[in-house]
């Protein structure tokens, strides 16, 4: 049930994607969803689809990783095209609401298969520097995200070993009524956030042992450097970026 959901994952693997720059590549990611928002032509929605499935090959995962990802759109999809049929939108708009959606998932979906959490908050560190010149905790925005994306497979696994557990009590998710589901769906969400919530406890008793400060200066283990290839493709996405936004104005 919950096996669709891929955000927040990290997929070893040896790519280009992979070694890029996690600032370059959080950069591109940026650039990708503005340009996402502001194209309102379907050609040029169609392009942009291809540089998304363009980068998704380039990272040698698997393809099914990002078909799950989409999959499990499927309700909100399917949620987005009732709407729109029932108040006669566009049929060129419902498509592009849609596209819009499924290329930003594949591109954040992207973004987390090729870089650890870690790497992630390293990058949101770099790339919000300049906003500690006026006093915003940089680090602690960027270690709250980290943990957040971190936290995503955890809850999913929980809720996927509770699902069994309580499938094996005899709770079916499946084939059972409206008020069935909404009883069964219920009983997984309670057991899965208290769980969830235990763990972010531990978590932080861990860091709290180890005497880690968001505000301590720190150094890496591994020191990233900024290849051609991230210039090249930062490169690539913020003229893509300036030309569409030259475009609609």
Wanted: glycine share 2%; hydrophobic share 55%.
């Amino acid at each position: 049930m919950l096996n669709n959901f891929v955000l927040g994952r990290y997929y070893k693997q040896k790519s280009k994607i992979h070694l890029m720059h996690p600032l370059s590549k959080i950069i591109c990611t940026l650039s990708f969803i503005i340009m996402i928002f502001i194209c309102n032509d379907i050609k040029l929605m169609i392009l942009l689809g291809l540089i998304a499935i363009l980068m998704a090959e380039m990272s040698k995962v698997p393809r099914r990783i990002y078909f799950k990802s989409i999959f499990s759109l499927k309700y909100i999809l399917l949620f987005i095209l009732i709407i729109n049929l029932i108040f006669q939108i566009d049929k060129i708009t419902t498509i592009m609401t849609m596209l819009r959606l499924i290329l930003i998932v594949i591109y954040t979906t992207l973004l987390t298969l090729t870089t650890p959490p870690t790497e992630i908050t390293y990058g949101l560190e770099l790339l919000l520097a300049p906003l500690k010149i006026i006093r915003i905790p940089v680090n602690k925005m960027a270690l709250s995200i980290s943990l957040a994306l971190r936290f995503i497979p955890t809850i999913i696994d929980q809720g996927n070993k509770i699902l069994k557990s309580q499938a094996s009590r005899g709770i079916d998710y499946y084939n059972s009524n409206l008020k069935g589901k909404f009883i069964a769906i219920k009983a997984m969400i309670i057991p899965m956030f208290i769980i969830t919530l235990k763990k972010a406890d531990n978590l932080a008793d861990a860091m709290t042992v180890r005497l880690y400060s968001v505000n301590a200066k720190r150094t890496n283990f591994r020191i990233n450097k900024w290849h051609f290839f991230d210039s090249y493709m930062v490169l690539i996405h913020l003229t893509i970026l300036v030309l569409v936004i030259y475009r609609y104005l």
